[in-house]
T-cell receptor, first 119, second 111 residues
Framework: GAVVSQHPSRVICKSGTSVKIECRSL??????MFWYRQFPKQSLMLMATSNEGSKATYEQGVEKDKFLINHASLTLSTLTVTSAHPEDSSFYICSARASGQGLSGNTIYFGEGSWLTVV | QKEVEQDPGPLSVPEGAIVSLNCTYS??????FMWYRQYSRKGPELLMY????GNKEDGRFTAQVDKSSKYISLFIRDSQPSDSATYLCAMTDSGYSTLTFGKGTMLLVSP
């Protein structure tokens, strides 16, 4: 299947600093990428949807100034957690939707996730 | 009522058993249905996807969709310890805008 690469897989940062997580579609062009947050033993919570070349659409309750999303190309989206606090510690997962027609062309693939620990 | 309901489990079965995982949903606009497998501390992996009602088989996995009952299932035959993971159902409408996930069912297959 298609590959979505996420980096870094683990990051520890100090409270008050910012951290950037990258999401790349390696073998397909992704017109749309999604960012999720997952707490232990919980399901995926959609944070925002980003379309290449336009502003991200944030879900209700997600602070757009805190979670900056950039989708500068068809293969790369970034999530920057600004002024991170311990409560931002979580598992962040991106997914990418392949552009194209039909179900297979619209299938959504996930990255491996990034563990963020804010100390 | 949540849009997608899924029993969190855990569901414990012996190796070789047939496993049935299920989700119910309330939004009749959902047209595409997917099952993802997520190992601990990893991103979800797409297992199967189906469109509208019917069955789809892939190796030991069979996905069923009953739109009239708003009920989808994933069957795993000859389950293996390596199948131990959390299984998430997901679905979306014809616009394929965003996925709505179930909470996931944790499956434990013991040797």
């Amino acid at each position: 299947g298609a590959v979505v690469s996420q980096h870094p897989s683990r990051v520890i940062c100090k409270s008050g600093t910012s951290v950037k997580i990258e999401c790349r579609s390696l073998d397909f062009q992704a017109t749309t990428m999604f960012w999720y947050r997952q707490f232990p033993k919980q399901s995926l919570m959609l944070m925002a949807t980003s379309n290449e070349g336009s502003k991200a659409t944030y879900e209700q309750g997600v602070e757009k100034d805190k979670f900056l999303i950039n989708h500068a190309s068809l293969t790369l989206s970034t999530l920057t957690v600004t002024s991170a606090h311990p409560e931002d510690s979580s598992f962040y997962i991106c997914s990418a939707r392949a552009s194209g027609q039909g179900l297979s062309g619209n299938t959504i693939y996930f990255g491996e996730g990034s563990w963020l620990t804010v100390v | 009522q949540k849009e997608v309901e899924q029993d969190p489990g855990p569901l414990s079965v012996p190796e070789g058993a047939i496993v049935s995982l299920n989700c119910t949903y309330s939004n009749s606009a959902f047209q595409y249905f997917m099952w993802y497998r997520q190992y601990s501390r990893k991103g979800p992996e797409l297992l199967m996807y189906t469109y509208s009602s019917g069955n789809k088989e892939d190796g030991r996995f069979t996905a069923q969709v009953d739109k009239s009952s708003k009920y989808i299932s994933l069957f795993i035959r000859d389950s293996q310890p390596s199948d131990s993971a959390t299984y998430l159902c997901a679905m979306t409408d014809s616009g394929y805008s965003t996925l709505t996930f179930g909470k996931g069912t944790m499956l434990l297959v013991s040797p």
